[in-house]
């Protein structure tokens, strides 16, 4: 039997698995075991002000947003808001109206059809990209345009860009095929704090009004209630109780709190928004090889960093060894490059000039273009591009 095959059949028997574990689970009550919070971000604020207004600037804080004029990045204005598909008779247009954010898919040829939903729910921060989505009563689905950072442009989403030609082919021109794509609780357990399923185990419906948007301090430091009740009635007590500090866990907790979302897709063990920080993340979600080795958008950080042998000799390194997810670090090279003489005071002696770089980074773990995800600008392809964390010695040097 094939690997790939023998992967596919293991990994279809641990979703199989998982859906009978968490099926009893759901049917009982599916509030109780779903919410990781007992609060937003904003419950915290009155004791930590400095980390929360720190906080509140980090793409993690902004991942995802109720989509208002102010938060969809992308243009509503005359010109600059259709995005044109290679076929000439279809585009998607973008319109800010009295009622609210709508998109409009157009295919006009001896005949017009539109198909209209609106912009409901925002996820990315918009560092690199934007999606939205829509509810479809207690279902949420992809709008079929995103809008790209670096192009500051609307885009065709991906995978529905290189499907228009089949599309147009189809006998009927069903405009409401590109409305179709679901939207999981795997989705928003790594783009936003809660939200409660409603009836199926595979996660599709869901109460609207229970999505809490952005991540919140609870997902990575666990329910915080009994730590709140306790420093409101103790106020003199100056250490922290009840609560999960990271910093005191074990390496691979650590790493799994993070793996939850920076390790890829998975497959599922247990049901979406189950995981509480201090577990770990085998117990949870299953990664095959193969999806380990790709670069992705989509947070492969923990398996390469896992590789590099910075990690696999020190003991000690975790994703905290350079990032402080409390601050907005995008772009700070040269705090990365000072992590990194913390443990490499005589690398480059020869060569003063890399011995004392602020950049380190950029020959040892190089941004570099996330194949796996094909997009196109203007029937331009292009990728996103991510740091390697598989620290080492690149070729191309
Ligand atoms: C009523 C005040 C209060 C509120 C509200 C509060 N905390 Fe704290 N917290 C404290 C105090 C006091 C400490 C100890 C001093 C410090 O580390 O800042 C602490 C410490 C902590 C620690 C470190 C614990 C340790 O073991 O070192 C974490 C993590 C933490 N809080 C997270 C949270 C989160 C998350 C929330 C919101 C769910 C929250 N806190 C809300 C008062 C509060
Ligand atoms: C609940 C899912 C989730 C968890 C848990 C999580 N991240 Fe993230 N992280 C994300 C998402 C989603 C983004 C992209 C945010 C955006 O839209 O820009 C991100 C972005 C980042 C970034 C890029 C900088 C930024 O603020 O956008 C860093 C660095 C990062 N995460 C590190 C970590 C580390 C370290 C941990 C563990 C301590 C961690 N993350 C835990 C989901 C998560
Ligand atoms: C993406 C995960 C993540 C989120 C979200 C997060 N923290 Fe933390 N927090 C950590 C990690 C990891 C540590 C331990 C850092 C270390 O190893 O020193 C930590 C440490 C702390 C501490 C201990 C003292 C300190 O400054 O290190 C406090 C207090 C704290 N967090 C409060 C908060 C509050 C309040 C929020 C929300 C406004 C929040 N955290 C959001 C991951 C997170
Ligand atoms: C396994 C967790 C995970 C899942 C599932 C996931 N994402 Fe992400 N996504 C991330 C992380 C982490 C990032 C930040 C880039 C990185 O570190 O890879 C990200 C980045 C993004 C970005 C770019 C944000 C920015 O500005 O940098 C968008 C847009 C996005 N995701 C949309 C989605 C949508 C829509 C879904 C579901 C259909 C989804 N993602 C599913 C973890 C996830
Ligand atoms: C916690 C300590 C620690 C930190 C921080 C650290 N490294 Fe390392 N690194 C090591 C250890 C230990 C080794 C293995 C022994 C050696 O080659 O020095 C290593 C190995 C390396 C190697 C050789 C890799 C190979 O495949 O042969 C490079 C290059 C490297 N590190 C670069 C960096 C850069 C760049 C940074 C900062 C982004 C960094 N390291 C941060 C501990 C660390
Ligand atoms: C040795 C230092 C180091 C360690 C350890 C480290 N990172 Fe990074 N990380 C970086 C650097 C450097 C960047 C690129 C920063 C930039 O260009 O803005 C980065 C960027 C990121 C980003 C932004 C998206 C990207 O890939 O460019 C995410 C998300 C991220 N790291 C997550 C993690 C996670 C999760 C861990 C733990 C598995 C981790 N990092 C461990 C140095 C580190
Ligand atoms: C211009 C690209 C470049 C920059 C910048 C650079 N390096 Fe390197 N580094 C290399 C190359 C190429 C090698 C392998 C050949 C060699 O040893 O010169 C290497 C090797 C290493 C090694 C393994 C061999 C050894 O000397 O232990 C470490 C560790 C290392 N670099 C750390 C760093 C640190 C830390 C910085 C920043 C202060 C840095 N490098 C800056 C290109 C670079």
């Not at 915290?44 to 208002?68: D, M, N, W």
């Not at 207690?138 to 599309?167: A, C, H, M, N, R």
């Not at 609207?208 to 991540?215: K, R, S, V």
């Not at 602020?358 to 570099?368: A, E, G, S, V």
Request: glycine share 6%.
């Amino acid at each position: 039997m094939g690997k790939a095959l023998t992967v596919v059949i293991v990994a279809v028997i641990a979703a199989v698995i998982g859906l009978f574990i968490y099926l009893p689970q759901l049917s009982n009550d599916p509030s109780s075991t779903n919410r990781v919070s007992s609060g937003t971000t904003e419950t915290c604020r009155a004791c930590h002000e400095s980390i929360y207004q720190s906080y509140i600037k980090t793409g993690h804080f902004l991942t995802s947003q109720p989509a208002v004029r102010s938060t969809v990045l992308g243009s509503f204005d005359e010109g600059r808001n259709v995005v044109q598909s290679q076929i000439p008779a279809l585009s998607f247009k973008a319109e800010a109206r009295q009622e609210g954010l709508f998109q409009i898919t157009t295919y006009a040829k001896e005949k017009t059809f539109t198909y209209t939903r609106p912009f409901d729910v925002i996820v990315g921060s918009g560092e690199r990209a934007q999606s939205y989505l829509f509810w479809e009563g207690e279902k949420l689905f992809q709008l079929p345009t995103t809008y790209v950072t670096t192009k500051d442009d609307w885009i065709i989403s991906p995978g529905y860009d290189t499907w228009v030609d089949d599309w147009e082919r189809l006998p009927n021109k069903n405009l409401a095929l590109f409305y179709q794509r679901p939207i999981g609780g795997r989705c928003l357990e790594c783009h936003a704090s809660a939200i409660t399923p409603t009836t199926t185990p595979i996660g599709f419906t869901f109460r609207p009004e229970t999505l809490e948007f952005g991540i919140s301090c609870e997902k990575c430091h666990g329910p915080g209630a009994d730590h709140i009740a306790f420093h409101q009635e103790n106020p003199d007590q100056e250490e922290g109780a009840k609560i999960v500090n990271p910093a005191d866990l074990s390496r691979s907790q650590q790493l799994s709190s993070c793996a939850l979302c920076h390790a890829g897709q998975g497959v599922a063990v247990t049901p979406p928004l189950t995981f509480r920080p201090g577990d770990e993340i085998a117990a949870h979600r299953y990664y095959s090889k193969e999806e380990k080795k790709k670069l992705t958008v989509h947070g492969g950080q923990v398996p390469f960093l896992e590789e590099s042998h910075c990690f696999l000799e020190s003991e000690t390194m975790t994703c905290s060894t350079c990032h402080n997810v409390h601050e907005d670090q995008t772009d700070q090279i040269e705090l990365f490059s000072k992590k990194c003489l913390d443990c490499h005071q005589s690398s480059h002696a020869d060569k003063p000039e890399l011995a004392t770089s602020t950049r380190c980074t950029d020959c040892h773990m190089p941004n570099q273009q996330a194949t796996n995800l094909t997009m196109f600008h203007n029937q331009d392809l292009f990728f996103l591009s991510m740091a390697n964390h598989r620290i080492g010695i690149f070729k191309e040097q």
